[in-house]
């Protein structure tokens, strides 16, 4: 501050120091200012409390477990006492009794639809593994002369009546500057089936998808497609067969399908296409998108007319076709029976059962089954009946007479900020017989494994933030879809390991997992819509999904593992050198067991 020159000095409105002159220079830093002095004291009361709090506040969450990081990073409410009280005479009983608990998860999905997707193993029939499926994939990768143009596979005269259904039916544009200019002379396999810039417009792949397999109402059995790779059950010996029921299938069959609103509606399969857009797919351009949908119909012509025509070629019907019906037999229509007979022959002594990727048809099979009447078969609330995949729990009634108390699975989805997919997690609380109160969950990750750990933060949370769930056992079977060599966008195995470890959790492989404990070994063919996806045979191994995925976790607090086994084949064996499925176990991940022996609830921690 500086004083304009002639104005006097007045000491009582600042500090001697600010005046100068003959004033005394200060001997203390602390201001003379009686209420300057007395704003800073009750400053520093004020600290000295809220560090007190603090601090208080730091050792409490130390105590109960939650800053350890992860979801654990909050403060949880203390439990509610009666239920913290039974919690700990059941865990008491438990161990008097010396009562283990069995728990087994298992991701039962597989084939979905093309019984030639996956290099599978069949003990008793070489002419699959050693000769047709390579003969498929040599034919793609080596063709030599049998690389001809597009229009000595699908004619002149295919296109011709197609284009006419095109217009004259469905009411669209023509394809026949499409079909001149750009396809018709296309080589079959390195310019249609090994064009990566078809493959990114979807234009074969789309079309596929919505028209493959058709589940129509009132029937078990659903409408395929005429093609190769689904489970049409007619005869394809020649294209011309095949050509015939094609456009029969396409153009003049009406299914009845269900409606978004809970009713029916007959359609015919080119009615369901849907437009291809270049803000989903870059590679389209506008105007393909514009004629996408018979565009897209013309390119999934060739590719069923090709697929026939190279099976024909490979093998001869009298082969193949057979060879056919009996994958769809076992992998697709003998799936679900397949799938019961394990769990009742081999699993049904467990007491808790996660399963993902579950259909609603294996659900209704399943509760009147032996299974149903040993289990308090489980499924979500809002069951997914459009993908058909749901993550279910199955609870002894012997271990759990009660059965389920509450699902909390919305709860738990309050804490996400992630959206999951419809059915892919399920949590329950209930009641063992010996008076333990337990969470059970089953999730089914996403492919890249990346909403794992923030589905199980959001559980965490929602058990430590509610004073009902907090003395709750968890207990969590899952597919956490995680990766050994995980690039930047999934999972890594390991990392999967410190972030359940920073909760306080454990797992069925232990603190950390081993990242060469697998639990997939799968491989997709050449016979699909989309050949980036295939494997060699050489290369089964080194570029298949061979990954450790599954995962039962629990507190560390609670249990510990008595003995944990892996199966591929339904014996409770795992072959590690063996591609699955196979005939006889119908799923690509293997089954996951473990048996938990209960710890002292005596000292417990707070969670």
């Given amino acids: ?23 005394k220079k200060r001997t203390t830093w602390f201001p003379r200012s009686y209420n300057l002095r007395r704003r800073i004291s009750m400053g520093v009361v004020l600290c000295v409390f809220l560090l007190a709090g603090f601090l208080a506040s730091l050792e409490l969450g130390r105590e109960r477990g939650h800053l350890k990081g992860g979801a654990g990073s909050f403060l949880g409410n203390s439990p509610d006492p009666a239920i913290a009280s039974a919690a700990q005479k059941g865990m008491q009983a438990m161990m008097t009794a010396g009562r283990r608990l069995h728990v087994t998860t298992w991701n039962m ?22 000769k047709l499926m390579m003969d498929v994939e040599n034919f793609i990768e080596n063709p030599g002369s049998n690389d001809v143009p597009v229009h000595e596979v699908f004619t002149d005269e295919m296109f011709r009546e197609l284009d006419n259904k095109l217009t004259d039916q469905a009411g669209w544009i023509s394809m026949k500057k499409y079909w001149s200019e750009e396809y018709r002379n296309r080589r079959i396999v390195k310019e249609f089936l090994k064009d990566p810039v078809l493959g990114s417009k979807r234009l074969i792949s789309m079309p596929d998808r919505v028209t493959n397999t058709i589940y129509v109402e009132g029937s078990d059995e659903p409408v395929c497609r005429p093609t190769v790779t689904n489970m049409y059950n007619g005869d394809l010996s020649t294209t011309q067969m ?20 809970g009713g029916t509606e007959e359609r015919m399969p080119y009615t369901m296409l849907q437009k291809i857009k270049n803000s989903k797919y870059p590679d389209i351009t506008l105007q393909e998108e514009k004629d996408s ?9 060739i590719f069923d007319a090709i697929l026939v025509h190279m099976m024909n070629k490979v093998s001869t019907p009298s082969v193949w076709q057979p060879l056919k019906r009996t994958l769809v037999d076992h992998l697709n229509r003998k799936k679900i029976p397949h799938t019961l007979q394990i769990l009742e022959s081999t699993y049904v002594d467990s007491d808790i059962l996660t399963m993902q990727e579950v259909s609603t048809s294996f659900i209704e099979t399943a509760k009147k089954s032996q299974l149903g009447q040993r289990f308090h078969i489980v ?7 459009t ?50 109160p337990f969470v059970i969950a089953s999730f089914h990750g996403d492919t890249n494994g990346l909403a794992t750990k923030p589905v199980l933060d959001a559980l965490i949370k929602t058990m430590r933030s509610d004073s009902a769930l907090v003395s709750h056992r968890l207990i969590f079977g899952l597919d956490a879809n995680t990766y050994e060599h995980a690039n930047k966008k999934q999972q890594d195995v390991k990392d999967f390991g410190k972030h359940y470890n920073s909760m306080g959790l454990t797992s069925c492989w232990g603190d950390m997992p081993d990242p060469k404990n697998y639990t997939t070994y799968n491989a997709r063919t050449y016979l699909q819509p989309q050949l980036n996806k295939a494997c060699k045979s050489s290369e089964k191994r080194e570029k298949g999904d061979v990954n450790p995925k599954d995962f039962i976790l629990f507190d560390k607090q609670d249990f510990q593992v008595h003995s944990t086994w892996k199966d591929n084949t ?25 048996i938990l022996e209960p710890k002292s609830p005596v000292g417990r921690k707070k969670v």
Avoid at 244 to 255: D, G, L, P
Avoid at 379 to 385: E, F, L, Q, S, T
Avoid at 583 to 588: I, K, M, R, T, V
Wanted: glycine letters at 8%; charged letters at 20%.
């Fill in 1 to 23: 501050y500086q004083r304009v020159p002639g104005e006097p000095e007045d000491p009582e409105d600042f500090p001697s120091s600010f005046t100068g002159g003959s004033a």
């Fill in 109 to 130: 999905a597989a084939i979905n639809n093309n019984p030639f997707e996956y290099w599978i193993t069949m003990d008793d029939n070489g002419n699959y593994d050693e």
């Fill in 242 to 261: 095949w050509w015939s029921e094609w456009q029969r299938f396409m153009f003049n069959s009406n299914v009845k399908i269900s409606t978004k609103n």
């Fill in 293 to 301: 949908l018979p565009l897209q119909t013309l390119c999934g012509a």
């Fill in 379 to 385: 499924a979500p609330a809002d069951v997914d009946a």
């Fill in 387 to 436: 993908r058909d995949q749901n993550s279910i729990i199955c609870l002894h009634k012997t271990s759990f007479p009660g059965g389920p108390n509450a699902e909390i699975t919305s709860t738990v989805q309050e804490h996400l900020a992630i959206d999951l997919s419809k059915g892919d997690i399920l949590v329950i609380t209930t009641t063992n017989a010996d008076g333990v």
């Fill in 570 to 594: 339904g014996e409770k064996v795992y072959k590690e050198d063996m591609a699955f499925p196979t005939l006889s176990f119908p799923s690509d991940h293997g089954i996951l067991s473990t």
